[in-house]
């Protein structure tokens, strides 16, 4: 049903009322009486022994409640923080994961790490406790560099080598043989600089303990609430998880590094429990720089084997990944299953073969952050495709154009364990040439070295693996948990819907794209339809956002209950009609009769379900809710064409963003004003990532990004308006065709970003971040900054 | 924040004795670089004297060839005037809107952070610093790192420079602060030319080499070949010592070709 | 110390510690808790308000600082049935996402836009934003936004 809010239609968002009244309510906005302020002491060392800590000058200062250590925790058999996904080594050995206490107990090994929580009347007091602790640190040579953390000092007792694993995925022998026979062998050695998530909204937790029910209640600024549950229940021990509930009210951003399970609220909850009285934590955004878990941070050599006309023949890869100095809660799945699995790009690369050492080093940890290993993998693969055009001389487009996989192969499957179901590249490449005029671009180049700059063109044609995740694939490479998601339609008595949905809404807008669903599938008014998420007291167990899953996954289970909805209606109809339940049809809104004149609407059959009068009790139960569990028979493959246009000023390095074009293939599209606004956001990330943004420690382990007055966070004058435009070629295996739009930007745009700088100086690589003194140098050394 | 007394006294006497009396005393002004500094406990002062209660210490007024600006003037008030074009556009791009709305003139060079602005024009235009015990020259105010020529409990309360013939200032913004990296005043006075240079060193200063070659042509290649020492230059992980003598050179050019 | 101030139209006299910033008072003693923290050295701009008319930082003003002040949030400027053209035009546009920097981005921006003289255009615009960080959008639809509601302020 076509309108003006169903599928397809911009519709305004309903979030937006509250937002832009101040009337969101966010963790840090909720209250609760006699409440007390939880500050936590962290390691001022990269790496030290903790030999020993005097709390009783904290513990008598004025207005300090507790004070709780490592060792507190650990009597208390307060459980280690987990690692969710088990990886395991070339030789079949599992990953190494070291312990990872809450609070550390004996050692700490990063800056930041926690190692004590000190609980006051006031936030001013805990702060004062906190500083009046006493630890006997002992200072060690910190491991920072990822390039040769394995021969550096070992960091853990269990960790040989500062190794959790030496991964490896595709045909050794097939590909070396392809590189045998290459004409050609491009080869680069890049940096995937370190990020750091820095979703504005900080992380906070407030934690409660109901003595009469014996039950936890958690507010947090968790992308999934249940797993934040599930691990507090099963790992940390907290409670049983019908005795601990998590809320996850507004959120303000995630963009990955919500996902996790923290040492913070693990401490917060806990200790709620103990002093039987609410704690309240929110972090200072110092907090947030040395203790959210950090992306990216790969160091890779790479090389892809052409044949002379330009075909793909191979593609070798060896990558070490920077793991920080504990495993977060899905950090060795970062690396591995979301990178090496997308190195086919959208080739047709007949041979891959990717290792990938995992590293630990005394930073902090390191894991998802917006695309996640895809991002890492594309600026890769397309990094390489642009040198290898650049050195045979191909034009970078065409070089591409021949490789591509055809819409006619697909089901198409690659050699790194991925099955793409559906796609037109070329369709996106033409589409974004167009929009950027590729063909004026000489004249444009022209004119910019008229004036005394050097412009450059850079292109990036990404894929993703989406909608996370088919369990059985999952589970099978090492995940501990199942990735479908829950959805649940309940009818309301006067035919107003209420949909709870296990996926939760930080900016990505469920509230809307959910509603408009229900809206064109039902036939109901979209402003009678309200989306409730982000409670583990509200929905069945649920695997939360990330991944770009929302729709693909929570969405296809939403779609699957609102079948069993009309599945129900219809019967409830054909009752009420006195006809065969085969008979009936639902259509916008209304239960018809085939072949007659009768009908009844969607709210009188909703009205029936509640009202039973003159019902086959024995056939049919009341009432109208129904839901449903889906699991993906695979992963949803968005992709796309980003193309990027810089100019750079010789004198002072500075490289400004002229155009960027951004043409995506989402398959179907719900709302595609929140479809644009996602893709600007996750392309500022991205070109963030090529220009400005990095996570920066000295030899000593200390950050020396560690605020908004170092770490670049890309600004509103940093930035271009873009040019965004989508091709469509609807996911095969969903019931809405849809593929999924939060991590494209991020995933598409930094290489994009850099070969077009690199196109800009006419030298092979430029570190990331290109800041204008990385460019000044490049320039004056025609090389590698 | 540690605890603190707050005072807003309503005389220059009344704020010079607070901050005597104080076991450590500091003066609020604009509080663009102090409240942050307390916010995250690293300053512990026992007593915070807010000086926008003072009269007078507000304004912009021209005598003859003289502007005179208060001390507690904001930002962004410098920026809205025309009495100094150049020193308006510096004032202009001093941090955010926000910070522009709070700073003042008074606060910014009392705190003589080496990647502030307004230091720039302290030193480039001829410039008098007036304080409640007496004038200090424009050139002799910076003397390091955080330091400044104003003794202790001395207040600044109101700057002077004479209007120059031809100004402009240039500014490399640091990505993230938005701070100088290096930032240029470039100033014509008659057959002078003085060139301000901040963000580069630990202070604000002249590069007298830049204005030697100047005064001899005042032309954008004039800078050419002429060395930056650079040695006590700072270095961060946003540009290096070289990079910022590098900057200086460009950013003079550029400030020149606009004077034409 | 006891300070009086005029939130939104409504004066309030309150007895705060010396060492309270404005942002506290607003969030902790008002219950206005649509003006957000984002960082601790004044850079996100989430708890940008107005204070007698001018847009500032509210975790960068001290409580003392805004004795006698009038001080407007993002509270007191529209109602959802009553939106101000500049909440308005953010809501049209999709400028929000989150909406953690949103109330900051708004009061901002109508600062920017009163104080304009003339139209301002896009580069004006991205330039007058600087104070205000945005993880979610990109900036382009907040540019957007602004861009718009100058029309109908």
Same mark, same amino acid.
Request: charged residues 20%; contains cysteine; hydrophobic residues 40%.
């Given at each position: 049903?076509?309108?003006?809010?169903?599928?397809?239609?911009?519709?305004?968002?309903?979030?937006?009322?509250?937002?832009?009244?101040?009337?969101?309510?966010? +963790?840090?906005?909720?209250?609760?009486?006699?409440?007390?302020?939880?500050?936590?002491?962290?390691?001022?060392?990269?790496?030290?022994?903790?030999?020993?800590?005097?709390?009783?000058?904290?513990?008598?200062? !004025?207005?300090?409640?507790?004070?709780?250590?490592?060792?507190?925790?650990?009597?208390?058999?307060?459980? !280690?923080?987990?690692?969710?996904?088990?990886?395991?080594?070339?030789?079949?050995?599992?990953?190494?994961?070291?312990?990872?206490?809450?609070?550390?107990?004996?050692?700490?090994?990063?800056?930041?790490?926690?190692?004590? *929580?000190?609980?006051?009347?006031?936030?001013?007091?805990?702060?004062?406790?906190?500083?009046?602790?006493?630890?006997?640190?002992?200072?060690?040579?910190?491991?920072? !560099?990822?390039?040769?953390?394995?021969?550096?000092?070992?960091?853990?007792?269990?960790?040989?080598?500062?190794?959790?694993?030496?991964?490896?995925?595709?045909?050794?022998?097939?590909?070396?043989?392809?590189?045998?026979?290459?004409?050609?062998?491009?080869?680069?050695?890049?940096?995937?600089?370190?990020?750091?998530?820095?979703?504005?909204?900080?992380?906070?937790?407030?934690?409660?303990?109901?003595?009469?029910?014996?039950?936890?209640?958690?507010?947090?600024?968790?992308?999934? %609430?249940?797993?934040?549950?599930?691990?507090?229940?099963?790992?940390?021990?907290?409670?049983?998880?019908?005795?601990?509930?998590?809320?996850?009210?507004?959120?303000?951003?995630?963009?990955?590094?919500?996902?996790?399970?923290?040492?913070?609220?693990?401490?917060?909850?806990?200790?709620?429990?103990?002093?039987?009285?609410?704690?309240?934590?929110?972090?200072?955004?110092?907090?947030?720089?040395?203790?959210?878990?950090?992306?990216?941070?790969?160091? $890779?050599?790479?090389?892809?084997?052409?044949?002379?006309? &330009?075909?793909?023949?191979?593609?070798?890869?060896?990558?070490?990944?920077?793991?920080?100095?504990?495993?977060? $809660?899905?950090?060795?799945?970062?690396?591995?299953?979301?990178?090496?699995?997308?190195?086919?790009?959208?080739?047709?690369?007949?041979?891959?073969?990717?290792?990938? =050492?995992?590293?630990?080093?005394? +930073?902090?940890?390191?894991?998802?952050?917006?695309?996640?290993?895809?991002?890492?993998?594309?600026?890769?693969?397309?990094?390489?495709?642009? $040198?290898?055009?650049?050195?045979?001389?191909?034009?970078?487009?065409?070089?591409?154009?021949?490789?591509?996989?055809?819409?006619?192969?697909?089901?198409?499957?690659?050699?790194?364990?991925?099955?793409?179901?559906?796609?037109?590249?070329?369709?996106?490449?033409?589409?974004?040439?167009?929009?950027?005029?590729?063909?004026?671009?000489?004249?444009?180049?022209?004119?910019?070295?008229?004036?005394?700059?050097?412009?450059?063109?850079?292109?990036?044609?990404?894929?993703?693996?989406?909608?996370?995740?088919?369990? =059985?694939?999952?589970?099978?490479?090492?995940?501990?948990?199942?990735?479908?998601?829950?959805?649940?339609?309940?009818?309301?008595? $006067?035919?107003?819907?209420?949909?709870?949905?296990?996926?939760?809404?930080?900016? =990505?807008?469920?509230?809307?794209?959910?509603?408009?669903?229900?809206?064109?599938?039902?036939?109901?008014?979209?402003?009678?339809?309200?989306?409730?998420?982000?409670?583990?007291?509200?929905?069945?167990?649920?695997?939360?956002?990330?991944?770009?899953?929302?729709?693909?996954?929570?969405?296809?289970?939403?779609?699957?209950?609102?079948?069993?909805?009309?599945?129900? &209606?219809?019967?409830?109809?054909?009752?009420?009609?006195?006809?065969?339940?085969?008979?009936?049809?639902?259509?916008?809104?209304?239960?018809?009769?085939?072949?007659?004149?009768?009908?009844?609407?969607?709210?009188? *059959?909703?009205?029936?379900?509640?009202?039973?009068?003159?019902?086959?009790?024995?056939?049919?139960?009341?009432?109208?809710?129904?839901?449903?569990?889906?699991?993906?028979?695979?992963?949803?493959?968005?992709?796309?064409?980003?193309?990027?246009?810089?100019?750079?000023? %010789?004198?002072?390095?500075?490289?400004?963003?002229?155009?960027?074009?951004?043409?995506?293939?989402?398959?179907?599209?719900?709302? %595609?004003?929140?479809?644009?606004?996602?893709?600007?956001?996750?392309?500022?990330?991205?070109?963030?990532?090529?220009?400005?943004?990095?996570?920066?420690?000295?030899?000593?382990?200390?950050?020396?990004?560690?605020?908004?007055?170092?770490?670049?966070?890309?600004?509103?004058?940093?930035?271009?308006?873009?040019?965004?435009?989508?091709?469509?070629?609807?996911?095969?295996?969903?019931?809405?065709?849809?593929?999924?739009?939060?991590?494209? &930007?991020?995933?598409?745009?930094?290489?994009?970003?850099?070969?077009?700088?690199?196109?800009?100086?006419?030298?092979?690589?430029?570190?990331?971040?290109?800041?204008?003194?990385?460019?000044?140098?490049?320039?004056?050394?025609?090389?590698?900054? | 924040?540690?605890?603190?007394? /707050?005072?807003?006294?309503?005389?220059?006497?009344?704020?010079?004795?607070?901050?005597?009396?104080?076991?450590?005393?500091? /003066?609020?002004?604009?509080?663009?670089?102090?409240?942050?500094?307390?916010?995250?406990?690293?300053?512990?002062?026992?007593?915070?004297?807010?000086?926008?209660?003072?009269?007078?210490?507000?304004?912009?007024?021209?005598?003859?060839?003289?502007?005179?600006?208060?001390?507690?003037?904001?930002?962004?008030?410098?920026?809205?005037?025309?009495?100094?074009?150049?020193?308006?556009?510096?004032?202009?791009?001093?941090?955010?809107?926000?910070?522009?709305?709070?700073?003042?003139?008074?606060?910014?060079?009392?705190?003589?952070?080496?990647?502030?602005? /307004?230091?720039?024009?302290?030193?480039?235009?001829?410039?008098?610093?007036?304080?409640?015990?007496?004038?200090?020259?424009?050139?002799?105010?910076?003397?390091?790192?955080?330091?400044?020529?104003?003794?202790?409990?001395?207040?600044?309360?109101?700057?002077?420079?004479?209007?120059?013939?031809?100004?402009? /200032?240039?500014?490399?913004?640091?990505?993230?602060?938005?701070?100088?990296?290096?930032?240029?005043?470039?100033?014509?006075?008659?057959?002078?030319?003085?060139?301000?240079?901040?963000?580069?060193?630990?202070?604000?200063?002249?590069?007298?080499?830049?204005?030697?070659?100047?005064?001899?042509?005042?032309?954008?290649?004039?800078?050419?070949?002429?060395?930056?020492?650079?040695?006590?230059?700072?270095?961060?992980?946003?540009?290096?010592?070289?990079?910022?003598?590098?900057?200086?050179?460009?950013?003079?050019?550029?400030?020149?070709?606009?004077?034409? | 110390?006891?300070?009086?101030?005029?939130? @939104?139209?409504?004066?309030?006299?309150?007895?705060?510690?010396? @060492?309270?910033?404005?942002?506290?008072?607003?969030?902790?003693?008002?219950?206005?808790?649509?003006?957000?923290?984002?960082?601790?050295?004044?850079?996100?701009?989430?708890?940008?308000?107005?204070?007698?008319?001018?847009?500032?930082?509210?975790?960068?003003?001290?409580?003392?600082?805004?004795?006698?002040?009038?001080?407007?949030?993002?509270?007191?400027?529209?109602?959802?049935?009553?939106?101000?053209?500049?909440?308005?035009?953010?809501?049209?546009?999709?400028?929000?996402?989150?909406?953690?920097?949103?109330?900051?981005?708004?009061?901002?921006?109508?600062?920017?836009?009163?104080?304009?003289?003339?139209?301002?255009?896009?580069?004006?615009?991205?330039?007058?934003?600087?104070? @205000?960080?945005?993880?979610?959008?990109?900036?382009?639809?907040?540019?957007?936004?602004?861009?718009?509601?100058?029309?109908?302020?």
């Amino acid at each position: 049903m076509a309108t003006e809010t169903g599928i397809g239609a911009s519709v305004k968002r309903k979030e937006d009322a509250r937002f832009i009244t101040g009337a969101g309510r966010y +963790t840090d906005d909720v209250g609760q009486h006699g409440q007390t302020y939880a500050v936590f002491a962290r390691s001022p060392y990269a790496r030290a022994r903790l030999n020993g800590l005097d709390t009783s000058a904290a513990l008598a200062t !004025d207005g300090v409640v507790a004070v709780f250590t490592g060792a507190d925790l650990q009597a208390s058999e307060v459980g !280690d923080l987990p690692c969710g996904w088990m990886v395991k080594s070339k030789d079949g050995s599992d990953m190494v994961q070291p312990p990872h206490p809450p609070l550390a107990v004996s050692s700490v090994n990063y800056v930041g790490e926690p190692y004590a *929580v000190v609980i006051g009347e006031t936030l001013e007091a805990a702060k004062n406790g906190a500083e009046a602790l006493d630890p006997d640190f002992e200072e060690q040579d910190a491991v920072v !560099d990822l390039a040769t953390a394995a021969e550096a000092d070992q960091i853990h007792e269990s960790v040989p080598n500062n190794q959790c694993y030496d991964w490896e995925l595709g045909d050794k022998a097939a590909t070396d043989a392809a590189f045998a026979q290459a004409h050609h062998v491009a080869s680069i050695d890049i940096v995937n600089n370190r990020l750091i998530p820095n979703a504005i909204e900080p992380r906070a937790a407030l934690g409660e303990y109901d003595e009469a029910s014996g039950t936890y209640t958690l507010h947090t600024t968790s992308q999934n %609430p249940h797993l934040e549950r599930l691990v507090l229940a099963a790992f940390v021990n907290i409670a049983p998880e019908a005795r601990l509930r998590v809320i996850s009210p507004d959120v303000g951003g995630g963009f990955g590094s919500k996902i996790f399970v923290y040492a913070e609220e693990t401490a917060v909850i806990w200790a709620a429990g103990q002093l039987r009285r609410p704690v309240k934590w929110r972090a200072e955004r110092s907090e947030s720089f040395l203790a959210d878990a950090h992306g990216r941070d790969h160091v $890779t050599h790479a090389e892809l084997a052409l044949a002379e006309d &330009g075909r793909f023949l191979g593609l070798r890869v060896k990558n070490k990944a920077n793991m920080g100095a504990y495993l977060s $809660t899905f950090a060795s799945s970062v690396p591995t299953y979301l990178y090496g699995t997308l190195m086919a790009g959208q080739y047709k690369t007949p041979a891959i073969y990717v290792e990938v =050492q995992s590293l630990f080093t005394n +930073t902090a940890p390191v894991d998802a952050y917006r695309g996640a290993g895809r991002p890492e993998a594309t600026y890769v693969v397309e990094r390489l495709v642009e $040198t290898a055009a650049r050195e045979m001389g191909i034009d970078p487009a065409e070089l591409r154009r021949r490789n591509f996989i055809q819409p006619a192969d697909f089901p198409y499957e690659t050699p790194v364990a991925l099955t793409y179901d559906t796609g037109d590249y070329e369709a996106s490449l033409d589409r974004a040439l167009d929009h950027a005029d590729y063909s004026g671009f000489q004249a444009r180049r022209e004119a910019s070295e008229q004036g005394g700059k050097k412009r450059g063109i850079g292109f990036s044609c990404y894929i993703e693996a989406c909608g996370l995740a088919p369990s =059985q694939v999952a589970i099978s490479l090492g995940a501990g948990v199942g990735l479908f998601e829950v959805g649940e339609v309940r009818v309301d008595v $006067t035919g107003s819907v209420t949909v709870v949905t296990g996926s939760h809404s930080h900016g =990505q807008s469920h509230e809307t794209t959910f509603a408009q669903i229900i809206s064109d599938k039902l036939g109901v008014p979209f402003e009678n339809v309200t989306v409730l998420h982000g409670d583990t007291g509200r929905s069945d167990y649920a695997l939360g956002t990330y991944g770009s899953r929302s729709l693909a996954v929570g969405g296809s289970a939403i779609i699957k209950a609102t079948d069993k909805i009309i599945a129900k &209606g219809k019967k409830i109809a054909a009752h009420m009609l006195e006809a065969k339940e085969d008979q009936v049809e639902f259509e916008d809104g209304s239960f018809n009769v085939a072949d007659s004149n009768q009908s009844l609407t969607f709210g009188e *059959v909703a009205f029936a379900a509640y009202v039973p009068a003159n019902y086959p009790l024995e056939e049919l139960e009341p009432g109208l809710s129904e839901k449903a569990f889906y699991d993906p028979p695979n992963f949803t493959y968005p992709a796309g064409a980003h193309i990027c246009e810089v100019e750079v000023d %010789p004198d002072t390095g500075v490289v400004t963003i002229e155009k960027f074009v951004a043409v995506d293939d989402f398959g179907h599209v719900i709302n %595609p004003m929140i479809v644009e606004g996602q893709v600007h956001g996750g392309l500022a990330q991205g070109i963030g990532q090529a220009l400005l943004e990095h996570g920066v420690y000295d030899d000593t382990g200390q950050l020396l990004s560690g605020s908004y007055m170092d770490y670049t966070m890309p600004r509103a004058d940093d930035l271009p308006s873009f040019t965004v435009d989508t091709t469509v070629t609807p996911c095969t295996h969903n019931p809405l065709g849809v593929k999924g739009c939060g991590e494209a &930007g991020a995933i598409g745009s930094t290489a994009a970003v850099m070969n077009a700088v690199t196109d800009a100086l006419g030298v092979k690589d430029v570190p990331m971040p290109a800041t204008s003194e990385t460019v000044w140098r490049a320039l004056r050394n025609g090389g590698n900054g | 924040m540690y605890q603190f007394n /707050y005072h807003k006294p309503s005389t220059l006497t009344e704020a010079t004795s607070r901050m005597v009396e104080a076991e450590e005393g500091a /003066y609020l002004s604009g509080g663009m670089t102090l409240i942050p500094t307390l916010k995250q406990r690293l300053a512990a002062p026992s007593d915070v004297i807010d000086l926008s209660g003072l009269p007078g210490m507000s304004g912009i007024s021209i005598d003859g060839d003289i502007v005179s600006i208060g001390a507690m003037t904001r930002h962004a008030e410098v920026a809205a005037s025309d009495a100094i074009p150049a020193l308006a556009e510096l004032a202009g791009g001093i941090g955010d809107a926000h910070v522009r709305n709070r700073g003042t003139l008074g606060g910014s060079i009392a705190n003589s952070d080496p990647a502030a602005d /307004y230091p720039a024009a302290i030193v480039a235009l001829d410039s008098t610093v007036r304080t409640s015990i007496g004038p200090i020259a424009g050139g002799d105010f910076f003397t390091g790192l955080f330091e400044t020529a104003l003794r202790e409990g001395e207040i600044v309360t109101s700057v002077d420079f004479r209007i120059p013939d031809a100004a402009a /200032y240039e500014k490399f913004p640091n990505p993230a602060s938005r701070y100088a990296v290096v930032g240029v005043m470039v100033a014509r006075c008659g057959d002078a030319v003085c060139v301000g240079v901040t963000g580069a060193g630990p202070h604000a200063f002249r590069a007298t080499a830049l204005e030697e070659a100047l005064a001899a042509d005042f032309s954008p290649g004039a800078v050419d070949g002429v060395a930056v020492d650079s040695s006590d230059f700072n270095a961060d992980i946003h540009a290096s010592a070289e990079y910022r003598a590098h900057l200086v050179g460009v950013l003079t050019k550029r400030a020149v070709a606009r004077i034409g | 110390m006891d300070i009086k101030v005029t939130v @939104n139209g409504t004066t309030h006299h309150l007895d705060v510690p010396d @060492n309270t910033l404005l942002v506290d008072v607003l969030r902790e003693r008002l219950g206005l808790t649509g003006t957000h923290v984002g960082c601790d050295t004044s850079q996100c701009g989430a708890c940008v308000v107005h204070m007698d008319g001018t847009a500032v930082k509210s975790c960068t003003v001290l409580a003392g600082q805004a004795d006698g002040a009038g001080v407007t949030t993002i509270e007191g400027i529209g109602r959802p049935d009553d939106l101000h053209p500049m909440q308005a035009a953010f809501r049209e546009n999709h400028a929000l996402q989150c909406g953690f920097c949103t109330p900051g981005m708004i009061m901002s921006a109508i600062d920017m836009v009163q104080k304009s003289e003339g139209r301002l255009d896009e580069a004006a615009v991205r330039d007058g934003l600087e104070g @205000n960080l945005c993880r979610c959008t990109g900036y382009h639809n907040i540019v957007k936004a602004v861009l718009s509601a100058q029309d109908s302020m």
